[in-house]
Structures are given as C-alpha cells and as structure tokens.
C-alpha cells in the first residue's frame, strides 16, 4: 500500500510538452524554455506558475490528503506535511518535490478529521481523465457560521493547492454562497491564468461554492 500511495502522490506532470522528448522543456532539459506558455497549455496551471514552468500535478489523492492536512513519512528522515512536498517551479522546474535523491515514502497518516468533506473534479471524459479542475473540501457550519474549513485544489497548479487565503476568509463568517465565492476571488486573486486557461478561473469559483454550498446544506 505504501508505494501505491507514494507513487500516486509522485505522479510527474501530463504536460504534453514534458512527455514528448522531441519538444524543449525546462523540467528535462533546464533552460531549453517552456513552450506551453505560448502554445497548448488549456490544461495546465494558473497558480504557484512561473516563467520557466506552467505545468500541473496530475494526483486526485494529493488534493484530497493536502484538504486532511495528511503527513508523509519518510524513511530515516523527519515527516514533511503533504502541502509541503511539492515544489513551486520557480527557477528550478526540474526540481519537482522536497524529498532527498533515494527517499523512502514509508507511510501516509492522517490527522482525525471531525467534519464532513468532499471532493468533486472537472474532467473532459467520465472515466480515465485528468483533472481539469478539482476540490477537496471540509466544512463545519454552527448556526449559519463557518467555525473551520479546509480547501484545496487539483488541476491549477504545480502542486495541490491548499486555499488558505479562502478558508481565512471565511472562518468566523456566514455559510452562504456569496461568502464562498468571495473567499475563491481571494485566493485566485493570485492567479496568473494564461489566454487559453483563464477559463479555470470562473470554473475554480462555481466549484468551490457549489461544494461548500452542499457541505453546508445552503440553497443557491
């Protein structure tokens, strides 16, 4: 079990310039350049990017344990927080998680939890598709008020995406849709989508609101 849950976190990117060894691209070949950029890059990310890199992390489970606040153990080595094991590309795209050359993943452990969760993704097929855009979401509401929340989100970055500017947002505020919403515009103001992407943006905010919404049990 271990390594299936450790190979599916370490899943390297779909990015179809990554696998097609005839094309440049900074995550093989650093400084050979990103085409995606300028070409087909629809699928890819629009946070945590940078110029060298706008590829995405293909996992559903690494969204799901980044929202449980999951912690990856390590063989002779100290436990890193799942949020924490991926790397943002910056300058250095090839360099893809924090783990050491030969680690270990010997185990996940999951912290209790003690609300309710779900997770939804967008895929262009029914079956065997990646992630155009996903979320994994805990909420616990008290009389009409958010008392805490986890999000994250596949699809939109080089690493699952904890909204933790969302979820402050909405801690201590009323469970309503407009409050969802507004808490997803505060964590994408961050965002860098490019022309054939930006679609993720709105599609990142009904997502988020139609999941918590349900979470919370709130008529739209």
Same mark, same amino acid.
Request: aromatic share 4%; hydrophobic share 45%.
């Given at each position: 079990?271990?390594?299936?849950?450790?190979?599916?976190?370490?899943?390297?990117?779909?990015?179809?310039?990554?696998?097609?060894?005839?094309?440049?691209?900074?995550?093989?070949?650093?400084?050979?350049?990103?085409?995606?950029?300028?070409? !087909? #890059?629809?699928?890819?990310?629009?946070?945590?990017?940078?110029?060298?890199?706008?590829?995405?992390?293909?996992?559903?489970?690494?969204?799901?344990?980044?929202? $449980?606040?999951?912690?990856?153990?390590?063989?002779?080595?100290?436990?890193?927080?799942?949020?924490?094991? #991926?790397? $943002?590309?910056?300058?250095?795209?090839?360099?893809?998680?924090?783990?050491?050359?030969?680690?270990?993943?010997?185990?996940?452990?999951?912290?209790?939890?003690?609300?309710?969760?779900?997770?939804?993704?967008?895929?262009?097929?029914?079956?065997?598709?990646?992630?155009?855009?996903?979320?994994?979401?805990?909420?616990?509401? !008290?009389?009409?008020?958010?008392?805490?929340?986890?999000?994250?989100?596949?699809?939109?970055?080089?690493?699952?995406?904890?909204?933790?500017?969302?979820?402050?947002?909405?801690?201590?505020?009323?469970?309503?849709?407009?409050?969802?919403?507004?808490?997803?515009?505060?964590?994408?103001?961050?965002?860098?989508?490019?022309?054939?992407?930006?679609?993720?943006?709105?599609?990142?905010?009904?997502?988020?609101?139609?999941?918590?919404?349900?979470?919370?049990?709130?008529?739209?």
């Amino acid at each position: 079990m271990p390594a299936t849950v450790g190979g599916n976190l370490l899943q390297r990117t779909r990015c179809r310039y990554f696998q097609d060894v005839s094309k440049p691209c900074n995550k093989r070949s650093p400084g050979s350049g990103c085409p995606a950029i300028a070409g !087909v #890059h629809r699928d890819l990310g629009i946070l945590g990017t940078s110029e060298h890199c706008v590829a995405t992390n293909p996992s559903d489970m690494a969204v799901a344990l980044a929202a $449980l606040d999951a912690t990856v153990q390590v063989h002779d080595s100290a436990p890193i927080q799942l949020v924490d094991l #991926h790397a $943002l590309p910056g300058d250095t795209p090839q360099v893809e998680t924090v783990l050491p050359p030969g680690a270990l993943v010997t185990a996940v452990a999951l912290p209790p939890l003690g609300m309710p969760s779900r997770y939804r993704k967008v895929r262009d097929r029914a079956s065997y598709a990646f992630a155009v855009a996903s979320i994994a979401a805990a909420l616990d509401v !008290v009389d009409g008020t958010v008392r805490d929340v986890r999000i994250a989100w596949g699809g939109v970055a080089p690493k699952p995406w904890r909204a933790y500017e969302a979820e402050r947002a909405l801690r201590g505020g009323p469970a309503t849709d407009q409050a969802f919403r507004v808490a997803a515009d505060r964590e994408l103001a961050a965002a860098r989508p490019l022309p054939g992407n930006a679609f993720k943006l709105p599609l990142v905010r009904n997502l988020t609101a139609a999941v918590l919404g349900e979470l919370a049990e709130v008529d739209r």
